[in-house]
């Protein structure tokens, strides 16, 4: 099966020459102001268990925009890859724009999923009530280096960050949730602590890091969030772990679910279903956040994106779904160019 695909979110800038000159350039700079929520402090960690009656929104919106594929994995690649059942995917950020997307597509694969999670509560809202064996959900904070003990990575093959915080002062801040914090400190306290058995880590990081001195990215980083998310890139780069780095463009379509988690989430790529992908931190555009998840859900097998980081935007037309074959092929060109 294949999946139409959409990706960070912000007002517009003014924006360097475009690479692609028929598509509006924008720079993600503001999120949504957050719903707020109540952690439970006993909450040490959660498995979901099954007796949901009722699909669950994160897991709706996926399944919605599930098409045929005809796709053909015959390739080095998916020899290699593990099947579906012999995953454990850790992810990190799963209640998130881009995370919650990367979560209701494992579980519409069957893929298992651990989540490491400041609110725990956040994860029945969005994918309902799981099978153990499916889904498990454990209370820890990456800021915190003591809350990431071993025992939580046993048997996680693959590991997937979506954490992020906003790149100007909101009450997402609240808590010490900086742009230092969560993009710096809460990489590096990760990245110290991962296995080196890992088969691939994907960090999701931004458009525009290698460039936070410049014009109009230095706007978007007077509070630091391209210097310490680029910070965050390196850290993974020089730690020896197979990894592969996403740069999403200016995020669209949804879910805005920082305003409230129990609205049905209507992600959808709509006709933005095409994919570009750069490398260098030359491509400028708009990303739709199905599209970044499906980038780092295909990047876990995919040997060309090994060690390697791309920018990924999407455009009006038809695109590769979730049709391996296809986002190799766009990987592999990328890196022709």
Not at 5 to 12: A, R, T, V
Not at 25 to 50: A, E, K
Not at 88 to 103: A, E, F, N, S, Y
Not at 104 to 121: F, H, T
């Amino acid at each position: 099966m294949a999946s139409r695909f959409s990706l960070i979110s912000i007002p517009n800038l003014p924006t360097p020459a475009r690479t692609f000159p028929k598509h509006p350039q924008q720079i993600p700079l503001f999120s949504l102001p957050p719903h707020s929520f109540q952690v439970n402090p006993s909450f040490n960690s959660r498995t979901i268990s099954s007796s949901s009656g009722g699909s669950s929104p994160a897991l709706h919106a996926v399944q919605e925009e599930v098409i045929p594929s005809t796709s053909s994995d015959s390739t080095s690649d998916s020899k290699t890859a593990p099947s579906s059942s012999s995953k454990v995917v850790l992810v990190i950020g799963g209640t998130g724009g881009v995370g919650q997307l990367v979560v209701a597509s494992l579980l519409n694969r069957n893929i298992k999923a651990r989540l490491l999670l400041r609110d725990p509560e956040k994860a029945t809202m969005l994918f309902g009530e799981q099978d153990e064996e499916k889904l498990q959900v454990f209370k820890r904070d990456t800021r915190n280096a003591d809350d990431l003990d071993p025992s939580i990575f046993e048997g996680v093959t693959h590991v997937i960050c979506c954490t992020g915080t906003t790149a100007f002062p909101s009450k997402r801040w609240e808590g010490d949730n900086t742009p230092e914090r969560v993009d710096w400190e809460g990489v590096r306290n990760l990245v110290s602590v991962l296995p080196s058995s890992l088969q691939r880590v994907v960090l999701v990081s931004s458009v525009g890091v290698t460039k936070f001195n410049e014009l109009p990215w230095s706007i978007m980083n007077l509070f630091g969030v391209l210097k310490y998310k680029k910070m965050g890139e390196d850290i993974l780069r020089n730690s020896g772990l197979s990894f592969t780095i996403i740069r999403p463009g200016r995020l669209t379509d949804g879910p805005y679910t920082s305003y409230d988690l129990n609205t049905l989430l209507k992600a959808t790529a709509g006709q933005r279903r095409a994919v570009l992908i750069g490398q260098g931190d030359k491509l400028v555009g708009e990303v739709s956040r199905l599209v970044v998840a499906e980038a780092c859900i295909q990047a876990l097998d995919i040997e060309c994106t090994e060690g390697k980081t791309f920018e990924v935007n999407s455009v009006e037309g038809e695109g590769p779904g979730s049709d391996q074959q296809k986002w190799r092929e766009l990987f592999k060109a990328a890196q022709a160019q």
